[in-house]
């Protein structure tokens, strides 16, 4: 298998972050390049295990790091504790669940299982499973309390004008 575009990349940008000369380049490449000579020293030539190897020795004798500007992002620490990436879910953390149980217990609900009502209603479900879905709850019944709040400060008013 031929070498990858990043592959090729990293080499360069190995060979630019660490120093190393032309003439170092084309002796890694004809060292770890297997049946390259000096004539077709170069990088490009080199398959995907031996640019592997590479850069794998590039890191370990020249010190080189991948420094990625992707990842991690700076995210907010409530929101989301731990990355996920593609289809890996990250479930709701204790410190949601006390949050959610604590708003809930503040809320003056209509019904006994008025939660759960909110919450399917909301979700679609009985009670949220990922992070994702317990901060959206969490910011709901933060928004529910402070509407309760005002709808008791305009009824006390309106009792007593004065």
């Not at 000579?37 to 995907?48: I, P, V």
């Not at 953390?93 to 809320?107: A, K, L």
Request: charged residues 30%.
């Amino acid at each position: 298998m031929d070498i990858t575009r990043k592959q090729l990349a990293l080499i360069h940008i190995a060979n630019s972050q660490c120093g190393i000369t032309d003439e170092e380049h084309l002796a890694h490449c004809i060292e770890f390049g297997e049946g390259l000579d000096e004539w077709t020293a170069s990088s490009k030539y080199l398959t995907y295990a031996q640019a592997s190897r590479l850069l794998d020795h590039l890191k370990a004798a020249h010190g080189f790091k991948i420094k990625s500007k992707r990842w991690p992002r700076q995210v907010h620490p409530m929101k989301y504790p731990q990355e996920a990436r593609g289809k890996i879910v990250v479930l709701m953390t204790e410190d949601q669940r006390g949050m959610i149980e604590y708003f809930s217990s503040q809320i003056k609900w209509r019904f006994r299982d008025g939660l759960v009502r909110f919450t399917r209603r909301m979700l679609k479900k009985d009670y949220p499973c990922t992070i994702k879905e317990a901060s959206m709850l969490i910011e709901s019944l933060k928004s529910l309390i402070g509407n309760q709040k005002k709808k008791e400060r305009l009824e006390a008013n309106a009792e007593n004008p004065f």
